[in-house]
């Protein structure tokens, strides 16, 4: 009997020793895939009395079909008019931001999104005082941080494009902000 335990254990040793030298298998390292980069981003624009101009470039990356996530850039301009009642232009202002941004997006179906979108703007700008005339006031330039949330619908455009629609609120509430205190509507694009 003391025999066959010795075996028994000399078997299992041999077997846990064999097992240890056996090579694992490697997994290949994960290549980056270029089928899952997305472009796109916002241009918006109106014109009067308020004049608003943008331009945010993005690029991302789907990490999965329910996770897109990148960075990109910022460029907007806005003038406003401040009139007297008679209609007469008593002062503008002009400002200006550009700046960073990164982003993620989680669909929890595929054709909603929920959003968020920290960033930071550089601003600067000028108020012009027209009447009565007075010494234009330079406004110093800071760097102002933003965090858009939200959500949206995401529109199949095509095969790989959508057309993103979607409502955003800065939570930060910088007064500085370029986007007000109200949530605001967006229409972006990705390919």
Do not use: H
Not at 41 to 53: M, R, Y
């Amino acid at each position: 009997m003391k025999k066959i335990l010795t075996l028994a254990a000399m078997a299992i040793l041999a077997t846990q020793a064999w097992a240890q030298e056996t090579p694992a298998t490697e997994e290949a390292p994960r290549k980056f895939d270029k089928s899952k980069l997305v472009m796109g981003g916002n241009i918006g624009a109106t014109f009067g009395d308020f004049t608003f101009i943008q331009f945010s470039p993005q690029v991302g990356y789907a990490f999965t079909r329910n996770i897109v996530a990148g960075a990109g850039v910022n460029f907007s301009y806005s003038s406003q008019k401040i009139r007297f009642f008679n209609g007469d232009e008593s002062q503008r202002y002009n400002y200006g931001y550009a700046g960073l941004n990164v982003f993620t997006r989680v669909y929890p179906v595929n054709f909603l999104f929920l959003s968020a979108q920290p960033e930071l703007n550089y601003n600067w700008g000028k108020i012009k005082y027209k009447n009565p005339p007075a010494a234009d006031v330079k406004i110093n330039g800071a760097f102002i941080p933003s965090l858009l949330l939200g959500g949206g619908l995401a529109i199949p455009m095509g095969n790989r494009g959508q057309t993103l629609l979607s409502m955003q609120y800065d939570v930060l509430q910088n007064s500085r902000s370029p986007y007000g205190q109200r949530a605001f509507f967006n229409i972006g694009f990705a390919l």
